[in-house]
């Protein structure tokens, strides 16, 4: 069985730094692509970051490019979300998310609803003060 594990979150004061983890375990995941989302209070889940496991294809939402950076260590099966110059905005649970990409030469960009996503991690809040 699939699992992610979140890990990171934290409080921490705008234009800071923080360092997300996700844990994946259950199979190999060298067909599928893992992505970053987050939810805040009110809102719907919105798209973060993605990236292919194999390879080194990934995408960004535009609020956060330049900022963020989803990184992989496939030795490792886990995922990162780097995320620096931390704006109040970005306060919400963070969730990673495994889903099968279906084809090799798939762009990751076309990967950014939750509906591509068959696993979830638990999130891990993160919240940014002024």
């Known amino acids: 069985q699939v699992q992610l594990v979140e890990s990171g979150g934290g409080l921490v004061q705008a234009g800071g730094s923080l360092r997300l983890s996700c844990a994946a375990s259950g199979r190999t995941f060298s067909r599928d692509a893992m992505g970053w989302f987050r939810q805040a209070p009110g809102k719907e889940r919105e798209f973060v970051a993605n990236i292919k496991w194999s390879g080194s294809s990934t995408y960004y939402v535009d609020s956060v490019k330049g900022r963020f950076t989803i990184s992989r260590d496939n030795a490792k099966n886990s995922v990162y979300l780097q995320m620096n110059s931390l704006k109040p905005e970005d306060t919400a649970v963070y969730y990673c998310?495994?889903?099968?990409?279906?084809?090799?030469?798939?762009?990751?960009?076309?990967?950014?609803?939750?509906?591509?996503?068959?696993?979830w991690g638990q999130g891990t809040q993160v919240t940014v003060s002024s």
């Open positions: 998310a495994i889903g099968p990409l279906g084809n090799p030469w798939r762009s990751i960009a076309t990967m950014t609803s939750p509906h591509d996503y068959d696993y």
